[in-house]
């Protein structure tokens, strides 16, 4: 697939608003075309630089695409309708999806359209083994009508290792007429039925859209050379172009282009920033291009090969506003239409990133597309300066805008690379995208980069990466977990020479050749890929893998079992790039003109000669006349220092004070950040600017932290079910910031540190102890917090990093430690009060051991146990790290005082959002099973000062003989997740959000419980119905499920544990969602084949329990039907209520239907334990939502 030398040359990069053409003519000279986005852009900027009339002929010539179609079809659902073909039982799978909801805290559940618009129950299926136990039968009859206007996606439960059913299935639909059929074990190869299913169920959705669009071009192309860009990287044929491998091949010419360029100029570890209209994208490359396997896009996972490419929400038209407190920018964008303020659309609204750019001098607007409206924006920041109100001036306020901005972005790349163990100053930024040389030099500050490179097409630099990708080819092999051994290794080495003989590509070309195993511990789902070559033996394989996850997670488990997952080949044919000719040398030119450029953010890097010159304000700020160059008229070697401005066809260079610039012999711009004035310590005084700052950067740590949890626990509950949270506390254990995962930790976390402060008042670096006491404000037995203290400068104590995990098992008289008669907390398992696990780094792995191993009920796999605790302890790790790059940069008093500040705004914020309630007294209440009463009265004061609002229990029965009381952290829990969801929008969820509502529990009661108490169901259970009485008091929801239907089985080797989703309540405006988890869990369902892969159970049945919400005029969410087939003699639990009172509707709404437990049709009741025989199936129906107004 090399360029033909003497032909014309295009890349070709189809985005949303604009087509980008670059086009290299037979002398290697390179021109850029830009066009609007149309069906035929591709043909009109082809013609545009051949200089060729509509009619013309278009000659032989090379043309690379990459295009945005299947993207914006996904996200439109423009594609053909997909009738999907799945194993009985699972005809819901699309809409049940994982069972969780998108928005946390979102009363009205908004759930992801799926892509069937039909689906077909057959009766293929196999077991995890290829075992068949089904084929299809008469499904298929009497639907000879579908024909050529629907597009099959037939998935079989396991059929990636019985490919033979679903390749039955589609000989029948192409009897039937059927054109193009997408089987899963062809387009997704790997465990993981939702996921294979999704991803299919896409290819299906665009793959015939894309196929015809490819044959429109190449009507218009008869002759010429068509290669398309996939998500990989790599180049494929017009017939190997698929929908799932189309998604993201804009963002992949860029990561190409960036990874060409380093090893052009020899870089060493570079950073690819590519800012565009909407969004930014972050890579990296160090001599090989990071893969990545899976991602999700408007609402639907996506499993493929796709370059590791990150995005963040920061591009132009980001959206900058002020809440009353502290300024934002993004994630929403204005779009190009109606676009920032400044692109002059009537119906335009929002101020946008480029319209701060604007104002800043830093767009150039007579070398803008269109005239720019300077007015409008300059009103619009006017008016934020005058809410702020302490006398800075609207440039300032602009400035703050941009500072959130690449704080955003920097953070991003801070992501990426810490993450993974890599330093972000030891990397090089490759800056591209129509906004990417704005903003470089501000972001390579923020991170300690010292280089900046700009290629001379960076305007265009995805489509220039896609004319230097090559022709290539991915597969692979679903290695069913085995034991990396040199057998293993052998084995699929021989299964991917089988596979590379399917390969599409040229024969008169020996491709390239690349292997990797997808690998991860036995038990976790830290999967890390690792290439290895035909020669490497087990052991050396094993060695790159812990190398790698000891730098990723902190930590390696030598002489623990490595599993491989998946083998991957990689073919590809190389080409020879288009060659560019070099630019014209000539002599250097002076700046073209000079512009009025705002440096108040680096004012300290600007001389004193410099600062003589400038237009200084009164509030402190400057602003600077700078020269602007033309980038055409820079010669190689010329040099520039900052500030000044370099413009180019496709956007503005803005080079900051501190900053020189080199053109290279080649055009490429070469940044140098010179040694200048150290940052000094940031002033720790509230300002709104450094208020969203610290706010997203306490947020990104907790959320990173979270990441590295799941990534390296074994128990399935955080793993797969994401059952955890992670939080960040000051000092004294107040929370900071938290990644809410599982609402019912929100309030209960913070009590545990405090346990913990006082048990332990003196501590030193490298400790950490595990609690999971109730009465220290744990949730139940199963949740463990650990909790790290964090010393900063001077060795202070200054921080908290604390991770809880729902761990599968920690004792108790059942397995999977929920046992539902209950009576004391002895019976529920091991109870660790603050327990040293960690001493000054070490982990104390014997004595941590024989604790779990203590008393009349100890756990049943103590190994798994420390495990997850080692994982609880690389995420606290993660937070430390971060928690002391973030207190290098801005010294500890500062990070210190906005860890208040963000308390502070959480307060002010609540505050602010019950002002606009309507003031008065509401009562409401509901009653357990059992009959115990949960009664709540809930008054509006309107108060200025003193409590906003006044939650009181009384009237709350008892605490029960069960295991049915909420500790009282759990109780507060549940208020707060109320009062998130009745402000409506994002605010930090720390100790601050109850600063303004007084609270009333009576003790000892059902919601506050004496000490030894079980408290497994009040977690679970009774926290759901507190959410109830308090939404239904406030008259905004009517009840939801009210349980999270916990079921755990298991034995002496064994116990697992899940919550099942189902209706959730209707509200004034919306009807409730069917089969979500609702308030205050959001864990999702194991996948169908990895439950029955890991646990000796079989999913006959996951489905939606149709007609089960309350009538109302808005109806109430229907719940699940899961039914289960245990295979060998288990012990079943179920913990869960609403199957004695229903879900109440509200305002003449209807009840939801009751929950139903059964056992081979014998009736469970809403509490049960028994010794289920192998063979026996188990039904759970799970409860609908209550519904809304009287039915219409």
Known sequence: MTLRPGRHAFFIDRGGTFTDCVHVDPTGRASVIKVLSTDDAPITAIRAALGLEADDPVPECDVRLGTTIATNALLERRGVPVTLFVTQGFGDLLELGDQTRPDLFALHVEKPRTLAASVVRVGARATHQGEILGRAGTELHGLEGLGSHTSAAVVVLFGHVAPELELELADELRAKGVRHISLSHEVDPKLGLLARAETTCVDAHLTPLLAEHVRALELELPGCNLRLMQSSGDLTTPAGFRGHNAILSGPAGGAVAVAKLADRLRLGPVIGLD???????????????????????????????????????????????????????????????????????????????????????????????????????????????????????????ADGFLSIANAHVAEAIRTLTTQRGFDPSAHTLVAFGGAGGQHACAVARLLGIRRIVIHPLAGVFSAFGIGQSELGWRGQVDAGRDELTDGAIERLAEALDRLGTKADGPTEVEPIRATSLSLRYRGSEAELDVAYSPNDGAREVRSRFEEAHRRMFGYARPGHTVEITVARLALRWPTEPATLAPPLRSEPKPPTSTTRLWVGAQASHASAEKKATESRRPEGRWFQNVPVYDREL???????????????????????????????????????????????????????????????????????????????????????????????????????????????????????????????????????????????GGSHLPDITVVSPVFAEGGDLSFFTASRGHHADVGGVSPGSMPPFATSLAEEGVVLEALRITDKGEFLRDSVRARLLEGPYPVRRADENLADLEAQLAANLTGARLLAELVRRHGLQAVKSYGRHVMDHAAEAVRSALRNLRTGRFERSDQLDDGTPIRVTVEVTGAKVGPGLVIDFSGTGAEVAGNLNAPKAVTLSAVIYVIRALVGRPIPLNAGCLRYVEVRIPEPSVLAPSKGRAVAGGNVETSQRVVDVLLGALGLAAASQGTMNNLTFGDDEFGYYETIAGGSGATPDFAGASAVHTHMTNTRITDAEVLESRFPVRVIRHAVRRGSGGQGRHRGGDGVVRELELLRPLAVSILSERRETAPFGLE?????????????????????????????????????????????
């Open 1148 to 1192: 003449g709404g209807g009840p939801g239907e009751r929950g139903r437990n059964s056992l081979d049709g014998r009736e469970l009741g809403g509490k049960a334990i028994t010794a289920a025989p192998a063979g026996s199936r188990l039904l759970i129906e799970t409860p609908g939502g209550g519904g809304f107004g009287v039915p219409s």
């Open 275 to 397: 800012i565009g209209g909407t969004s930014t994208d972050v890579s990296r490359y160090d001599g090989k291009m990071e893969p990545a396997f899976e991602t999700r896009i408007a609402g639907v996972r996506l499993r493929t090969p796709m370059m590791d490419v990150h995005t963040v929400a920061a591009g132009g038209g980001s959206v900058c506003r002020h809440d009353g407190l502290r300024l934002s920018v993004g994630p929403q964008s204005c779009g190009a239409v109606p676009g920032p303020l400044s692109y002059g659309n009537p119906s335009a609204s929002n101020l946008a990133l480029t319209d701060v750019n604007l104002l800043l001098g830093r767009i150039l607007p007579d070398r803008f597309p269109f005239a720019l409206d300077v007015e409008r924006p300059r009103h619009a920041l006017q008016l934020i300066a005058d809410a702020i109100g302490d006398g800075r001036s609207l440039e300032e306020v």
């Open 634 to 776: 820079l010669v190689p070697g010329q040099s520039l220092r900052g500030p000044a401005l370099v413009a180019e066809a496709t956007g503005t260079i803005v080079i900051d004070p501190g900053f020189s610039l080199t053109v290279g012999s080649d055009g490429t711009l070469h940044l140098e950040d010179l040694p200048g004035v150290e940052a000094s310590p940031t002033d720790p005084s509230l300002d709104p600017v450094r208020l969203e700052l610290f706010g997203h950067a306490f947020d990104s740590i907790a959320e990173q932290m979270g990441v590295v949890l799941r990534r390296t626990a074994m128990s399935t509950n955080i793993r797969e079910r994401l059952d955890f949270s992670c939080a960040i506390f000051d000092e004294t254990g107040e929370l900071v910031s938290n990644a809410p995962y599982i609402p019912v930790h929100l309030g209960a976390m913070g009590e545990s540190v405090k346990a913990v402060i006082r048990a332990h008042p003196s501590m030193s670096p490298g400790d950490a102890f595990a609690t999971n006491d109730p009465n220290s």
